[in-house]
Nanobody, 111 residues
């Protein structure tokens, strides 16, 4: 069983940055793909970025060039560095690995 806990969300102005962290209670080394998803009010949950345990990454078109996903298998942690944030990035951000989901962290981009 793996528990995922996200942190790092908050209120930020447009153009600002945030770094989200996802700490796993168990080893994530064997979890091939870890991902960050987000869900805005009234919208479906969508994939933001994913990373394999070999370091290959995939991004939604809407965040390419602005967001960076990374993982530290030794620390059992996945990160999402978000730069040049836009109001449309406002959502609850969730960490995922296999069938495991975190509780989410709120990101609000507003002036």
């Amino acid at each position: 069983q793996v528990q995922l806990v996200e942190s790092g969300g908050g209120l930020v102005q447009p153009g600002g940055s945030l770094r989200l962290s996802c700490a796993a209670s168990g080893s994530i080394f064997s979890i091939y793909v870890m991902g960050w998803y987000r869900q805005a009010p009234g919208k479906q949950r969508e994939l933001v970025a994913a990373i394999t345990n070999g370091g290959s990454t995939n991004y939604a078109d809407s965040v390419k060039g602005r967001f960076t996903i990374s993982r530290d298998n030794a620390k059992n942690t996945v990160y999402l560095q978000m730069n040049s944030l836009k109001p449309e990035d406002t959502a609850v951000y969730y960490c995922n690995g296999l069938k495991f989901w975190g509780q989410g962290t709120q990101v609000i981009v507003s002036s």
